[in-house]
């Protein structure tokens, strides 16, 4: 059996929407697509859009994902919105063996639906733009075409970015990078733990040795425990007994 010969060109992109501005594969969009998608859920110069997003992403990382149950239960609400952005296709010969398909977003059918003025806002410069809800709803639509789609994957437990995972075990963070320092944050809580407690325990044999000093009422406490201890400091005692973690000293000569 002989594989059909793929033409000799880079990749380009099959599907595509009507407005060549915002050229974006649908069908076979790969992951750069997926990539600028998380540009967007990450994104600080557009919030309404990346706020309406996250909202979506995480709707549909709760549902499973699945698509269907998002769509027919908590988002019953916007299916036919997106039914109308992601509605209608056409076809056009391309310059070599294929051809590309370009959906056709059917505005007027979405401003039937929730008024042109939730769909359209003024632009400052002059002219309309789609609203940040609408906007979200579009790409959310388009996302869901990206056969890539489940690899995304987010926030990051540490920046809070979206990311596009590189295997299908990397769940919690977004880099190594992220991964390293939180582990190296886990590992500094952990150390400095272990030296509060180990302080607790001298400062614990430190008041009993205090508690059963003979010629105590000679000393002054704080002058005592400087001298047998410079690294615990009275006040540390103090707060700690005060919290109910150490026995009180007993009382010596006044300072
Ligand atoms: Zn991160």
Not at 14 to 43: H, I, M, P, W
Not at 128 to 157: I, R
Request: glycine share 8%.
């Amino acid at each position: 059996m002989t594989r059909s010969k793929q033409p000799r060109m880079p990749y380009v992109r099959t599907v595509g929407f009507t407005s060549y501005e915002d050229q974006l594969a649908l069908g076979e969009q790969g992951k750069e697509d997926l990539e600028r998608f998380c540009g967007l859920l990450n994104s600080t110069e557009q919030q309404e859009l990346r706020e309406h997003l996250r909202e979506l992403i995480k709707a549909w990382q709760e549902s499973g994902p699945n698509l269907e149950k998002m769509m027919y239960g908590s988002h019953k609400h916007i299916r036919n919105y997106l039914m109308a952005l992601c509605s209608g296709a056409s076809w056009m010969p391309t310059a070599w063996g294929r051809a590309l398909l370009f959906l056709n977003p059917d505005y007027g059918r979405l401003e039937e639906l929730i008024g042109r003025e939730r769909v359209n806002r003024k632009k400052p410069e002059g002219g309309w733009m789609l609203n940040p809800e609408v906007e979200a709803w579009k790409e959310f639509g388009y996302f869901t075409l990206n056969p890539h789609c489940e690899k995304l994957a987010g926030p990051c437990a540490r920046c809070g970015n979206y990311y596009v995972k590189k295997r299908a075990s990397q769940k919690v963070y977004c880099s190594r990078r992220c991964g390293n320092a939180s582990t190296a944050a886990v590992r500094t809580a952990a150390k400095l733990k272990a030296e509060r407690k180990e302080k607790m325990v001298r400062a614990k044999a430190l008041i009993r040795e205090w508690n059963t000093l003979k010629g105590r009422s000679e000393l002054v406490w704080k002058v005592w425990l400087r001298e047998h201890e410079p690294s615990i400091t009275d006040k540390f005692v103090t707060r700690r007994v005060n919290a109910g973690e150490l026995p009180e000293p007993k009382a010596g000569r006044k300072p």
